[in-house]
Nanobody
Framework: QVQLIESGGGLVQAGGSLRLSCAAS????????MGWFRQAPGKEREFVAA????????AYADSVKGRFAISRDNTENTMFLQMNSLKPEDTAAYYC????????????????????WGQGTQVTVSS
């Protein structure tokens, strides 16, 4: 049983920073790509960032490139999302997800390719 638990969300002013964490358990963490997605009220869930199993490849949505950084620590089965220069439009529930296929190439930016999801952590950016 794969479990993903996010933490680190909160309320921050525009221009501030937050670091999200996703603790994983239940299968060989380093074999699977991981991703962050977000969903704002009234909007569809959207891709934010993804990272390959070994952590050498990453992908970002254009809206967060240069501001967000995804990383992972396979010794601790944890993934991170460092969010800098936050904007009010970054306000959303953020979800971590695990790819359904081990060592997928290229890493996926499609929510349908992720089969395990965390419960979400709220990020609110005030103007």
């Amino acid at each position: 049983q794969v479990q993903l638990i996010e933490s680190g969300g909160g309320l921050v002013q525009a221009g501030g920073s937050l670091r999200l964490s996703c603790a994983a358990s239940g299968r060989a963490f380093s074999l699977y790509g991981m991703g962050w997605f977000r969903q704002a009220p009234g909007k569809e869930r959207e891709f934010v960032a993804a990272i390959s199993g070994p952590g050498r490849r990453t992908a970002y949505a254009d809206s967060v490139k240069g501001r967000f950084a995804i990383s992972r620590d396979n010794t601790e089965n944890t993934m991170f999302l460092q969010m800098n220069s936050l904007k009010p439009e970054d306000t959303a529930a953020y979800y971590c997800a695990a790819d359904s296929v081990a060592l997928r190439v290229p890493i996926s930016t499609v929510a349908g390719n992720y089969d395990h999801w965390g419960q979400g952590t709220q990020v609110t950016v005030s103007s």
